[in-house]
């Protein structure tokens, strides 16, 4: 590329040189020539002024001749010559010499008299001006003027002025005849104009032959000039033909040469008609626009335009016309492109034809389109926007450059009151309050460059407040300053409510309308955070007892007894007695900055008295227990929840009506641990670890009418890595709690299964196993589905298997619960009430009961050692079942005496440590075959 240039360069400088070299080599012609013109005229001029000078010495020596010295001898230079003859003669002679038209002016006779020029005589009349009278002094006579006098030869002078004029003289010595002595000059004078002039009139012919010669010269100048100028417009009109013709060939533009609608093909115009990118923005070769208009390929909906523009154009009425329009493709499709027509003048016999020139801006179009359309769902969404659209300067007003329509909803104003602060600044709008926080946020957000969000109230121009969340972002400049502030404010009032309310329920209980445990977890971290838990503790009420209420009257009268203890307890609220409703039936007292023990109990003492006022009358109880926190940090909130629960929970009497006051202490402590304890190994063994450490015993069942082994109940064992054996009274609560017992329950009638077809394969297939259920595990959906399952994977008769339900679960849902034994009932398993007699009972609903067997609780069986058998109600329990259709087992059967009035009273089976302790599988299987080989009767 610099090499290029560099050649360029050099081209340019041989050209500009060669151009230099020729206008000087013109300039030396011509120089040479006027020298050469110069120099003829100059020497005409001489050889001219050789002949003057010449023919006026030769006429004043002829006229010398004339004059006769012996006449001039006579003169003597005085006044008295003027009337002598030889005077008067000569006078005459040189005055008819000057009256032909003579170029002479003067002539005259000079002697010299006593060393002085004088005039003897001249041609000149007396009365002229110029007449010199005889005698008078030469007085500018120069030794030009005394040459003649002595050399005795003629001179002819320069030009020389005197007070006459400006002379050239010729100056005749007149000699005497006889001894050659200069005795008078004659001179005659010519006038230096006039010589000159001759001198000029001579001159004529050679002027005009130099006139000539230099015409003839500059013409050939001329003729040479104009041929190299010809020479170079040609290689011009070469170049720039070559440079239209790759122009016109590369172009970015399409052209294409048009006379009225038609594309011309004139050979004239040597293939210059269409271009080649005309060809590829239409994508159509040359030769196709052979035979079609511009109408044909002008997309129809542009057409009407370009053909109003067209006939202006036509009519001479504009010079030329630009159109955005779109030209149809061969394939139908179209392409947008910007089109120029433009007359195509200077070409004779075609001044009919113009020039379209195309551009293709398709790309542009689809740009502007997607602006376009941008625009509009832009405009659209702000709209339809809950808010309004901004862009606003970042100053202490937030002086508003734009403000979208929706202004007016938002705040009441039009959205031209607020641009440029016209009627009101935007800050004014923003509720003071927000103002500081609000300006402080965008500070932040801006030196960070994050984007903005924040909510805050307004004042609309009627007053009201409204809650807005504003969006946004700062606009910066190159260099990295905030030109301005953009975004969108929206109304978030009818959120802002929907959160309030959800904020309320997410903090209270709706039914008893008190803060709820989420409220509770929330108070206490921030007092826990901000150091505020002065001498914390937590105070919490039990009245869980209230659910056997639930049985007898329903569940909304226990709920509308709730709400009347909530509000008992509510009044006894202060800035630091804060009441929770925390679990279903229980109450927190969140207590700060109490002083003392006593005053802790003291309060205590209140919230039972105003219990025991709604409560006394039901006949149940509360308890309250109280957990002093300290002011220690960290402290695991909703462990202390559970604990306080647990604690409160505990300290409940449910048979009877008092309200207990407890402090939590080691004991409740060390028992929560172990709780604990036992829910982690439990969670082990959910999960399929160490399920070895839970394994079932087997407690057979006596049939007293056979005196055979009719079954046993399988009774599950905790065997605790830490805690040695655990009875199942105290894990099986906590699997419930702990929702474990569903995971854990189908371990066990796995267990169970699988014993029963090892009792099977010995032969003992009218065995029966019960199986205790929770109630947990029964109210599950799939609990049904789960156990056929099972039974069915294992082959196994659902009449060998016998489900135990503690009539405490009819307690909680007794029309859901019979529905459920219904089913099993039907799918052929054998259902049994456990622990009958010691729950609220059931009796007066035992008809509806879906059930085969009744399970006697030991208290029964025990009271029959306590008092008159005769008296005891056991017997009753025993024919009621039988009554309705149930046979009974009695449990807990440890003496014969019991085992007597059994069998007195009819009982059907009976179960204990006298029949025989729960064994291990093995045990089990060796008593069966041991009561089986023995004789009953040797049994009892
Ligand atoms: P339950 O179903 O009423 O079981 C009878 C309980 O009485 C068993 O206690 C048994 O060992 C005990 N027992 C039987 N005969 C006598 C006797 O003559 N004298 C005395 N003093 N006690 C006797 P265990 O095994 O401690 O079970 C306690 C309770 O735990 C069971 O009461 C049952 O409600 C529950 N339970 C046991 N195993 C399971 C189980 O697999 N699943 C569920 N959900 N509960 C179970
Ligand atoms: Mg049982
Ligand atoms: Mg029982």
């Known amino acids: 590329m610099a090499f290029l240039s560099l050649e360029k360069g050099s081209i340019v400088s041989a050209d500009r040189s060669k151009l230099e070299l020729k206008r000087s080599s013109i300039v030396i012609f011509t120089a040479v020539t006027l020298v050469l013109c110069g120099l003829y005229l100059h020497l005409s001029w001489n050889r001219y002024e050789d002949i003057v000078s010449s023919e006026a010495v030769m006429l004043a020596e002829s006229l010398e001749s004339l004059l006769h010295p012996e006449h001039i001898v006579e003169l003597s230079g005085t006044d008295q010559d003027l009337d002598k003859p030889e005077y008067i003669t000569i006078k005459h002679t040189l005055m008819r010499l000057l009256e032909n038209e003579n170029p002479v002016r003067f ?39 005394w040459e003649p006098f002595k050399s005795g030869k003629t001179v002819l002078t320069a030009a020389s002025t005197d007070r006459w004029g400006t002379w050239i003289s010729v100056l005749v010595p007149v000699k005497d005849q006889a001894s050659e002595n200069v005795i008078a000059v004659f001179g005659i004078d010519y006038s230096a104009q006039d010589w000159n002039l001759r001198l000029w009139r001579r001159m004529v012919p050679d002027f005009i032959i130099v006139l000539f010669f230099l015409l003839i010269v500059f013409a050939l100048l001329r003729v040479l000039n104009q041929r190299s100028f010809l020479k170079k417009l040609s290689e011009k009109l070469a170049l720039e033909e070559a440079l239209y013709h790759s122009i016109f060939d590369q172009a970015p533009i399409g052209i294409a040469v048009l006379r009225d609608k038609s594309f011309v093909f004139h050979p004239e115009l040597e293939n210059m008609n269409i271009n080649p990118k005309f060809e590829q923005i239409l994508a159509r070769k040359s030769s196709d626009f052979e035979n079609i208009k511009w109408t044909d390929i002008t997309y129809p909906d542009d057409l009407q335009a370009d053909l109003d523009q067209f006939v202006k154009f036509q009519r001479g009425e504009i010079k030329g016309y630009s159109i955005e329009k779109r030209f149809l493709k061969p394939d139908g499709s179209s392409v947008w492109t910007n089109m120029r027509i433009s007359p195509l003048s200077g070409i004779p016999h075609m001044n009919d034809m113009h020039l379209c020139l195309i551009e293709d801006i398709s790309a542009h179009k689809q740009v502007e389109l997607t602006l376009k359309e941008s625009e509009r769902s832009k405009s659209v969404l702000l709209s339809h926007l809950p808010g309004m659209a901004y862009r606003c300067k970042n100053d202490r007003e937030w002086t508003m450059q734009y403000v979208s329509d929706g202004c007016l909803n938002l705040t009441g104003y039009q959205a031209k009151s607020l641009l440029s602060n016209k009627d009101i600044s935007y800050n004014e709008i923003i509720t003071p309050k927000y103002r500081e926080p609000l300006r402080k946020e965008w500070e932040v957000v801006l030196a960070q460059k994050r984007l903005f969000r924040y909510e805050y109230e307004i004042e609309t121009a009627d007053g009201n407040h409204k809650w807005v969340l504003e969006m946004g972002q700062g606009i910066f400049n190159e260099h990295g300053e905030v030109d301005a502030l953009e975004g969108i404010v929206l109304d978030i009032s009818d959120k802002k409510k929907v959160e309030d309310q959800l904020k309320y329920f997410s903090e209270h209980d709706v039914w008893t309308g008190l803060y709820n445990r989420r409220r509770l977890y929330d108070v206490f971290r921030a007092d826990q955070e901000s150091g505020n838990a002065r001498n914390a503790a937590l105070v919490g009420v039990s009245l869980s007892s209230i659910h056997l209420l639930s049985l007898r009257y329903g569940f909304q009268y226990t709920q509308e007894l709730i709400k009347s203890a909530a509000a008992a307890l509510h009044q006894q609220c202060s800035d630091n007695y804060q009441l929770f409703y925390t679990y279903e039936n229980r109450f927190t007292f969140y207590v700060r900055s109490y002083n003392d023990k006593k005053e802790l109990l003291t309060f205590c003492e209140t919230i039972a008295t105003s219990l025991e006022f709604i409560l006394s009358a039901e006949r149940i ?132 299964l699988n014993f029963l077809n090892r009792l099977k394969e010995e032969g003992y297939n009218s065995t029966s196993i019960a199986i205790n259920i929770s109630v947990i595990q029964l109210l599950r959906d799939d609990f049904i589905k789960n156990l056929l399952q099972m039974t069915n994977e294992k082959h196994i008769n659902t009449n060998s298997v016998i489900l135990e339900i503690t009539e405490s679960v009819f307690a909680s849902s007794f029309i859901e619960v019979n529905k459920i034994l219904a089913k099993l009932k039907e799918l052929g398993f054998l259902i049994a009430i456990d622990d009958f007699g010691t729950e609220y009972s059931s009796l007066s609903r035992e008809r509806e009961l879906n059930i085969n067997c009744i399970k006697i609780d030991k208290y029964f069986v025990d009271k029959l050692l306590e008092v008159d058998p005769e008296r005891s109600i056991t017997s009753d329990i025993i024919s009621m079942g039988h009554k309705l259709g149930h046979f009974v087992i009695a449990e807990g059967v440890e003496t014969e005496m019991q085992l007597q009035y059994l069998k007195d009273h009819g009982c059907d089976k009976v179960q204990g440590y006298l029949i025989g302790k729960p064994l291990d599988e093995d045990a089990a299987l060796a008593l069966i075959r041991q009561i089986a080989y023995t004789n009953t009767d040797g049994l009892r």
Do not use: C, W
């Not at 060393?115 to 006579?141: H, M, R, V, W």
């Open 107 to 145: 002539a005259y006779l000079m002697a010299e008299r006593d060393g002085k020029i004088i005039f003897l005589l001249d041609s000149e009349p007396p009365d002229s001006p110029d007449y010199s009278p005889p005698g008078q002094i030469y007085e500018e006579a120069d030794d030009l003027s």
């Open 621 to 752: 109880g509360a308890s309250i227990s109280v957990m002093e926190i300290g002011v220690s940090k960290n402290l695991d909130i909703e462990q202390l929840l559970k604990n306080i629960l647990v604690a409160s929970d505990k300290g409940l009497d449910t048979t009877g009506s008092d309200i207990g006051i407890s402090f939590f202490n080691d004991e409740i402590h060390k028992q929560i641990l172990r709780e604990e304890k036992i829910s982690r190994e439990l969670i082990q063994i959910a999960a399929g670890n160490n399920v070895e450490r839970l394994f079932m015993q087997y407690q057979p069942i006596l049939d007293l009418k056979s005196k055979r082994i009719a079954g046993f109940e399988a009774l599950v064992r905790l065997n605790s890595k830490t805690m040695g054996l655990i009875a199942p009274a105290e894990f099986i609560t906590i699997a419930e709690k702990t929702k474990l017992i569903i995971p854990l329950g189908n371990l066990i009638i796995l267990q169970v």
